[in-house]
């Protein structure tokens, strides 16, 4: 098998990339965001351009490239970021205050630029860069000088992402990944917004060395969240109802190295319960899990990478989507020598059994809150927390709260203390000079999380 496809350990987690790993490509600010697999043959289309996903390898994430033409063709470039934007917006802003430009007198009839669309196809065979477009386009226009400096910035943006665009290289880690999913699908994540999940790992008291046992039905996100928390230490078991496990694609964008993978297992719940169900009750329990678990299949969509696309221009992809062309290149897997997910040992999950888990992780909006929880809290040590998450706080057409009736419900069985239900809130703002205030386009809804102290039943 070669070994171009493959990350290798001693590259994971790393601040350079390598030849295999998975990388979060922000496209012109966010326009755009690609989950793409490197190598030597992968492809990224801007636009109506192909650029090759070399000049990648090897580079520190964060670092910026810019689409540029050359000889053979369009590829990426790195640049620098210029540390004189904001001495230069200062200056502008001072000047604007002196002069009190506006665009009332502005008049949009597309007749104040002088420059063809055939003089800037002549530029472009003649070889000149984004840049000296950009600023051609400047230099001919009739009413740039006129405008405002937050009008002439806008103006740069725009021309900037048309004639050349900008890839910023980011490390997919939990935030990262799950601010993409969050902006262009959030369904396929069950609108986990990336405080929520905070929220969910700083409730359950996610630390190193700690055993965690997760129902995970957000594509693998949050069990990649709280191995990347644990690193490599302890371990995060992910455990499903009935004998189809959930889909946890999302865990292979992590780059985890052989030991994080290890540490990530997979069990069903009726392995994890206690001796003391007699085998009939067990039996019962699955038939009636196998059928919510094919019926919660069905309604969600698995969140596999090759599939997250969207309109052009406007998309979540990986290299199995249209702008990321890979020829020659095996099939994306995860850690070649390890596999996270792998059937938790017997004797880990007696183990567990002895000494419960450390801490408990719901993100299962699809199946009935109080009955996992019922099922699953006894698993866990004496004083262990948990947090439970729901989209929702009440079910309109089954006239239910999931999580006020799994708060009322283990307030009287006296199986919990310190019950709450938390919304988050996150407010995104603007903050640019004189023009800071909270974002036009933003999310207000989090979903809901019920937290508590499991305590024990005498």
Not at 169 to 183: D, G, M, N, T
Not at 185 to 214: E, G, Q
Not at 252 to 266: A, L, M, P, Q, T
């Amino acid at each position: 098998m070669s070994s171009t496809a493959e990350p290798t350990n001693s590259n994971l987690n790393t601040r350079l990339t390598s030849e295999g790993c998975s990388v979060l490509l922000d496209i012109n600010d966010g326009d755009r965001l690609v989950f793409a697999r490197l190598s030597s043959a992968a492809k990224l289309k801007i636009g109506n351009k192909n650029c090759s996903l070399q000049p990648l390898i090897g580079c520190n994430y964060g670092s910026l490239f810019q689409v540029e033409i050359g000889p053979d063709g369009s590829f990426l470039s790195q640049v620098t970021p210029s540390v004189q934007g904001n001495d230069t917006e200062e200056k502008s802003d001072n000047q604007l205050n002196v002069e009190s430009r506006d665009n009332r007198t502005l008049i949009d009839n597309n007749k104040a630029q002088r420059l063809t669309g055939e003089d800037i196809q002549a530029m472009k065979s003649q070889g000149a860069r984004g840049d000296e477009i950009i600023e051609t386009l400047i230099a001919n226009s009739a009413t740039f000088e006129k405008k405002t400096s937050f009008s002439q910035e806008k103006y740069r943006l725009r021309k900037q992402k048309k004639y050349a665009p900008k890839v910023l290289l980011r490390r997919p880690v939990a935030r990262s990944i799950c601010e993409a999913y969050f902006k262009k699908h959030p369904a396929k994540i069950r609108f986990l917004r990336v405080d929520t999940l905070s929220l969910l790992l700083s409730m359950a008291n996610v630390s190193s060395h700690s055993d965690i046992i997760v129902v995970d039905m957000v594509g693998g996100l949050l069990t990649g969240a709280v191995a990347e928390r644990l690193g490599g230490t302890g371990f995060v078991c992910n455990s499903y109802l009935g004998t189809a496990p959930y889909s946890m694609d999302i865990v292979r964008i992590f780059n985890f190295s052989d030991e994080i993978c290890k540490r990530i297992v997979r069990s069903p719940i009726s392995d994890l319960l206690s001796q003391k169900e007699s085998p009939e009750q067990i039996l019962h329990r699955d038939d009636v899990c196998n059928m919510e678990s094919l019926t919660s299949n069905q309604m969600s969509t698995s969140v596999t990478v090759d599939e997250i696309s969207g309109p052009s221009g406007n998309e979540i992809s990986d290299q199995g989507a249209e702008n990321v062309e890979n020829t020659n290149v095996p099939a994306i897997r995860a850690c070649k020598s390890t596999k996270a997910g792998e059937t938790a040992k017997k004797d880990t999950i007696n183990l567990w059994k002895e000494n419960g888990f450390s801490s408990l992780i719901i993100a299962a909006p699809d199946l009935d809150t109080w009955t996992l929880a019922r099922d699953l809290l006894p698993l866990l040590s004496n004083s262990a927390p948990f947090a439970i998450y729901h989209q929702y706080l009440q079910i309109c057409i089954e006239e239910v709260a999931p999580l006020a009736t799994c708060m009322h419900n283990l307030r009287v069985g006296k199986m919990a203390i310190g019950l709450q239900i938390s919304e988050p809130w996150l407010r995104e703002y603007q903050v640019l000079p004189s023009r800071t205030h909270p974002s036009m386009q933003m999310s207000a809804f989090g979903g809901y999380i019920l937290s508590g102290t499991k305590i024990c039943i005498s």
